[in-house]
């Protein structure tokens, strides 16, 4: 089916930036949306961006606008999530994650990388 495999988490200070790499291969002609989605210790998942793979549209989560930004190199089928002004709160393990139905469940998801934000 579609494989994706993410890369770039780390640990950071508050402030600083880092880029988080998706990967994806197989079927990847039946992806219709990409997202990041983050799970912090104890709190539910929550989908922090996403981007159409043909159309390229982009959302965000309030909490991350203006320090976020998704992106997607259709060569290289990789999407990325540049982050800049990391606070504290973004600590969290980032999936990527990836659905073949408009407004469906993601079904296809990465193994997660732990982004860590000191103060």
């Known amino acids: 089916q579609v494989q994706l495999v993410e890369s770039g988490g780390g640990l950071v200070q508050a402030g600083g930036s880092l880029r988080l790499s998706c990967a994806a291969s197989g079927r990847t002609f039946k992806i219709t949306t990409v997202a990041w989605v983050r799970q912090a210790p104890g709190k539910e998942r929550e989908i922090a961006a996403s981007i159409t793979w043909r159309s390229g549209a982009l959302r965000y989560r309030d909490s991350v606008k203006g320090r976020f930004t998704i992106s997607k190199d259709n060569a290289k089928n990789t999407v990325y999530l540049q982050m800049n002004s990391l606070k504290p709160e973004d600590t969290a393990v980032y999936y990527c994650?990836?659905?073949?139905?408009?407004?469906?469940?993601?079904?296809?998801w990465g193994q997660g990388t732990q982004v860590t934000v000191s103060s």
């Open positions: 994650a990836a659905r073949d139905t408009d407004y469906s469940d993601y079904n296809y």
